[in-house]
């Protein structure tokens, strides 16, 4: 028994365990909460234009403070402001319990955001502290592998607190859940050598320098491009299943949960398809998928909800397997100031992410058709600007290789 708990400790270690569940705090946020979208809308006589403006307001929070996380973490260490993130999302978390309206929820929400962005933000920059070069981008593959089970768990656990309790459960629980994370960054090592001696102004001024280092940004740009349908689909999955397809909160949660399978599928594939063609080629083939995918969606001649189900587990299959060296890579572009550089990166993905959300809200006549295309649209344009650029970043892909 003892060695067993050994061997899980090696395997998995104390920080990758705290790691992965800061990093599970936006899908734990948005993706057990998905189930009760159309119940808050029946229950407050709305639109689910309306109640979807709850999704938006969380990730406008999160996005916004992502920028101001990553500096104070620069500045003052990680530990303190990820403490003071993790009360501020405990405190939103109760407070979206005890709404009674959707203005209340959508003010929860943004509040709730504004403190789990700086999980986001700083378990990157704590993962570029102790790690480097490839193993860094284990690191990554490991705490997406974990990561994934929280999309893949929280809308099934979020549909059965709604048939045996209430939606409020859906928020208490994250709070214990918050609390649990808050020990264990009290309890962890500060993991920055050397605490920035520039005042914040200067460093606030970095985003502005981070702007102008070119592989970064065209990195950047290519890598949020796949995000856009992602992101489109969580924001409308649930009136598509359970509005168009008639499913149940239960049931959503099945199939939401299916989807999700698919960035647990990934992380554990990848080394094994990496070795084989190479990180470079990895990217590419995520990249196409994503586009074969989109396009299933438009001409697709399954039955229903399989015309949606089948093509989107593929895309965000892809999507998870594009992540780790695309992470990886955009950092790589930085020799310094990992958490202003991993507050800018995670930004982008989220506020483009967000945007995209009120996508599917719109009354299109078939949603699965416009998600696909535009899935096709924007992979598409991803897949193509990678190809323009694939020959400047062979050199550095190939030592990657190399290390590996």
């Not at 407050?44 to 929070?61: D, E, I, K």
């Not at 970095?206 to 924001?235: D, E, Q």
């Not at 999955?237 to 999700?260: C, K, W």
Request: hydrophobic content about 55%; charged content about 10%.
């Amino acid at each position: 028994m003892l060695s067993l708990l050994k061997k899980l400790q090696l395997r998995f270690p104390p920080i990758l365990l705290l790691l992965s569940l800061l990093s599970a705090f936006p899908p734990l946020a948005t993706d057990m909460y998905l189930p009760a979208l159309p119940s808050l809308q029946e229950q407050w006589h709305t639109s689910f234009g309306t109640v979807n403006l709850t999704l938006v307001a969380f990730f406008l929070g999160y996005c916004f403070f992502l920028l101001i996380y990553g500096p104070l973490s620069d500045y003052f260490g990680r530990r303190p402001p990820l403490l003071v993130g993790i009360a501020i999302f405990v405190a939103a978390s109760l407070f979206c319990a005890f709404s009674d309206g959707v203005v209340l929820m959508i003010i929860g929400r943004f509040l709730q955001g504004t403190g789990a962005s700086s999980a986001s933000a700083i378990v990157f920059a704590i993962s570029k502290d102790r790690f480097a070069g490839t193993m860094r981008q284990k690191i990554f593959v490991q705490i997406g592998a974990i990561v994934a089970a929280a999309p893949l768990l929280a809308p099934v656990l979020g549909g059965w607190l709604l048939k045996y309790m209430s939606w409020r459960w859906i928020f208490l629980i994250q709070s214990m859940l918050a609390i649990v994370a808050f020990v264990g960054v009290w309890r962890m090592q500060e993991s920055l050598p050397e605490k920035s001696s520039l005042g914040l102004n200067v460093v606030f001024h970095r985003y502005v320098s981070l702007l102008y280092t070119r592989g970064f940004v065209r990195l950047l740009f290519i890598f949020t491009l796949t995000c856009i349908p992602l992101f489109a689909f969580i924001g409308g999955s649930a009136d598509i299943y359970m509005h168009v397809f008639g499913f149940s909160a239960q049931r959503y949660g099945y199939f939401f949960g299916l989807n999700a399978s698919a960035l647990l599928l990934a992380p554990a594939l990848f080394n094994k398809i990496v070795k084989r063609i190479g990180a470079k080629n990895i990217i590419t083939l995520s990249m196409s998928g994503m586009v074969i995918s989109s396009f299933l969606m438009i001409f697709s001649w399954l039955p229903e909800p399989w015309r949606l189900t089948f093509p989107m587990f593929c895309f965000t299959f892809c999507f998870g397997l594009s992540r780790p060296v695309g992470n990886n890579l955009i950092l790589e572009e930085v020799e310094e100031h990992a958490g202003a550089a991993s507050s800018l990166m995670v930004f982008f993905y989220f506020m483009t992410g967000s945007l995209s959300m009120r996508f599917l809200a719109n009354e299109w006549q078939d949603k699965v058709q416009m998600l696909g295309l535009l899935g096709g649209l924007s992979a598409g344009l991803a897949l193509l600007l990678w190809f323009f650029i694939g020959k400047r970043m062979t050199r550095k892909v190939a030592e990657q290789q190399v290390a590996q």
